[in-house]
C-alpha cells in the first residue's frame, strides 16, 4: 500500500499532475500485469488447473478492460502513457509470465497478489487526488477500480492463504493475503 496523501493542500491542478504520474505508472503496470497473468494461465495446463486458468484469464481480461479505461483518463487530463515505461512494463510482465513455466503454483500467486495489493493503493491515491482536485465523475470510476483490484488481490491471496512458505515470504514480501470476514455463525454466538 503506498503512503497516504495530503489532499487538503495542493491546487487543482497540482492533483491534476499528481494523478497524471499515478495514471502513467498504473497504465504501463496494468501491461504487466496482464502479460504476467497470460504467462501465468496458460501454465496452469489440465483439468485439476481448470478453475485457476479460467480465472486468471478473466482477471487478465480486467487488466486490459482497466488499460482501456486508464489511457481514457489520461486522455481527458490532456496526457498520456509514458513510452519508456510502457517498454519497462511490457518487458516485466512478460518475464515474470515466461517464470511462471518453470515455478510451481505459490510463487506466482503470491507475486500476483502482492502486485494487486500495489494497484489497490494506487487507484486509492488517484481517487484521493481526484476528488481532491475536483473530479468527481472520475473518481467514482477509480473506486470502481479499487474495488475490482480488491477482489484480484483478495482471490489471489485465498490461493496462498495457509501456505507453509507464505510466514518467510510474507516476512521478506511485505505482503499478506487480506484478512478474511469473519464467518456469520461466529457473529452471532454469543
Ligand atoms: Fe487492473
Ligand atoms: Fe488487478
Not at 479460467?54 to 487478465?60: D, G, T
Request: one cysteine or more; proline letters at 4%.
Amino acid at each position: 500500500m503506498l503512503a497516504g496523501i495530503d489532499t487538503s493542500a495542493g491546487s487543482d491542478g497540482d492533483h491534476d499532475r499528481a494523478l497524471i504520474a499515478i495514471l502513467a505508472a498504473a497504465h504501463a503496470g496494468e501491461l504487466a500485469a496482464a502479460y504476467a497473468y497470460r504467462g501465468h494461465w496458460r501454465s496452469r495446463r489440465g483439468a485439476a488447473r481448470w478453475d485457476d486458468r479460467r480465472e486468471i484469464q478473466r482477471i487478465e481480461a480486467a487488466e486490459w478492460h482497466h488499460r482501456r479505461l486508464v489511457h481514457g483518463l489520461l486522455a481527458e487530463l490532456g496526457s498520456g502513457p509514458v513510452r519508456w515505461r510502457e517498454l519497462l512494463m511490457a518487458t516485466i510482465g512478460r518475464f515474470f509470465g515466461a517464470l511462471c513455466f518453470v515455478g510451481g503454483r505459490f510463487g506466482p500467486m503470491y507475486a500476483a497478489g502482492r502486485l494487486e495489493a500495489m494497484n489497490v493503493g494506487q487507484y486509492v491515491d488517484a481517487a484521493a487526488h481526484a476528488r481532491a482536485g475536483g473530479r468527481a465523475e472520475m473518481a467514482e470510476l477509480l473506486d470502481e477500480m479499487v474495488a475490482e483490484e480488491a477482489r484480484h488481490e483478495e482471490w489471489f491471496g485465498d490461493q496462498v492463504r495457509g501456505h507453509p512458505l507464505l510466514p518467510l515470504v510474507a516476512a521478506v514480501g511485505g505482503w499478506r493475503p487480506p484478512a478474511t470476514p469473519t464467518p456469520i455463525s461466529a457473529s452471532v454466538d454469543h
